[in-house]
């Protein structure tokens, strides 16, 4: 099953922020560890990515500089800033809300009988 786009949306910005956290990186190897990290559900793609990276950038939550990698090509990374990891922990907490909320509402108890739907 793919993510909607809606939720992709609103879920990318935190997401780039926390892998960006754990390690700098550039676009394609975001793109290849966002894919592993969901088990193939997010395909995010160039053309979603570098406009995300360039906006968090003017934000200065993120910057970015040149590595040469060891192809001898220049490759583009980006790594967290101190206003980027700010936010990432004030969204972060906003996601908490969301899935207590979740939570709250069964989403545990509702999601493990649609896997135990699946399995019979």
Do not use: N
């Amino acid at each position: 099953m793919r993510i909607d786009k809606e939720l992709t949306a609103a879920s990318v910005v935190p997401l780039l922020l926390l892998l960006l956290e754990q390690e700098e990186s550039y676009g394609y190897r975001i793109i290849k560890r966002i894919r592993e990290c969901s088990q193939g559900h997010w395909q995010w793609s160039e053309g979603m990515l570098y406009p995300v990276l360039h906006r968090l950038e003017q934000r200065k939550w993120i910057e970015s500089f040149w590595h040469m990698a060891e192809s001898g090509r220049r490759r583009k990374y980006y790594r967290l800033t101190a206003l980027g990891r700010k936010e990432l922990h004030r969204q972060l907490e906003q996601w908490r809300m969301i899935y207590g909320t979740l939570s709250q509402l069964g989403f545990e108890h509702q999601s493990q009988e649609k896997q135990d739907e699946r399995e019979e």
